[in-house]
């Protein structure tokens, strides 16, 4: 009879642990995934429009620089034809010219660079926003801890359930 009692109590003690355990277990269970928001960006349709705008807008700007160039060009060829029989001072506002030409080419394309970087941002930050937004979804649904991104090396989703381990870690070395 004790036998059967210890056996009953063993059973119950058994299945209280593996209810208790089975429980615990799938809230400690991670689960990681990946994207590639690159390749993400790149299905949406809008990226090929906002990517053909960019380059319309690209082409002005090569347009409006090859235009200073020749302007450029050609005063820099009259000068090295005429600068043997040009006074002096005429020389040196020439020689003005040249450089004040060359410092507005290099605003000029530094403007440009600019512009074309803010109007990247400008079109596609709603396409990333949309992508981000997705992925949060998706690691919500789909109960990922982590969703790491293939085209950069940060993370793109955390868990807000997933543990904070660098209180364990600055333990482990000894820091605070």
């Known amino acids: 009879m ?6 009953t109590l063993s059973l119950f003690v058994l299945f209280v642990s593996l209810t208790a ?4 277990m799938p809230a ?8 590639n928001s690159d390749e ?11 990517t053909d705008q960019l380059l319309i807008l690209s082409e002005e700007y090569k347009k409006e620089l090859d235009l200073m160039q020749n302007e450029y060009n050609k005063k820099y060829s009259d000068y090295i034809t005429y600068q043997a029989s040009l006074a002096e001072n005429i020389k040196l506002r020439r020689m003005q010219e040249l450089t004040e030409l060359e410092n507005r080419m290099q ?17 596609l930050e709603p396409l990333r926003k949309r992508i981000s937004e997705a992925i949060n979804a998706v690691g919500l649904e789909r109960n990922y801890t982590v969703i790491y991104d293939l085209a950069d090396s940060g993370i793109a989703f955390v868990s807000p359930s997933a543990e904070d381990a660098n209180p364990f870690v600055k333990q482990k070395l000894g820091i605070r």
């Open 21 to 24: 355990y089975s429980q615990i």
């Open 28 to 35: 400690t269970q991670s689960s990681v995934a990946y994207i």
């Open 40 to 50: 993400l960006l790149e299905a949406f349709p809008e990226r090929k429009q906002a």
């Open 2 to 7: 004790t036998k059967i009692k210890l056996w």
């Open 107 to 123: 605003e000029f394309m530094e403007m440009a660079q600019k512009d074309i970087e803010f109007q990247e941002k400008e079109r």
